[in-house]
């Protein structure tokens, strides 16, 4: 007699997301430089029903919380990986501006070995996209 496999981490959110009725979630990932335009993203993804998480710190801009550089490292590693959750917890992701850096194409690619799937609001910047195709 075969006994059914466990559920992995990733089949039981997906399951619980389902029993709970939540509406897709989107995580939107992108330069900092472009927080005016994530903003502009999550009213539009908001208005399509989707639940939106989105960077919360714009380490570019000042504030007390980073203006040590030391703290600012630091922080830099946290919210790193505080995104890398938010990948985990969405069902796709928004890619926002038309500039991918190194964080938000370690980000993509972080999100494609998920499976998950990843939209751009400026396609032609998607690292997979071979520009002489």
Avoid: N
Avoid at 3 to 8: I, V
Avoid at 70 to 84: G, N, T, W, Y
Avoid at 93 to 102: A, K, N, S
């Amino acid at each position: 007699m075969s006994h059914p496999q466990p559920l992995t981490p990733e089949e039981t959110l997906a399951e619980a997301k389902k029993l709970l009725s939540l509406p897709r979630i989107v995580v939107i990932c992108g330069s900092t430089r472009f927080m005016t335009e994530m903003a502009a993203a999550e009213v539009r993804e908001t208005q399509a029903g989707r639940i939106v998480v989105k960077p919360g710190c714009d380490l570019k801009s000042p504030h007390e919380l980073w203006s040590d550089p030391a703290e600012a490292r630091a922080l830099k590693v946290r919210l790193d990986e505080l995104h890398r959750a938010k990948i985990r917890l969405a069902d796709e992701v928004l890619v926002v501006g038309d500039y991918i850096g190194d964080s938000t194409r370690a980000e993509i690619a972080y999100a494609r070995s998920l499976g998950k799937p990843v939209r751009f609001t400026h396609p032609e910047v998607d690292p997979e996209v071979d520009p002489d195709a």
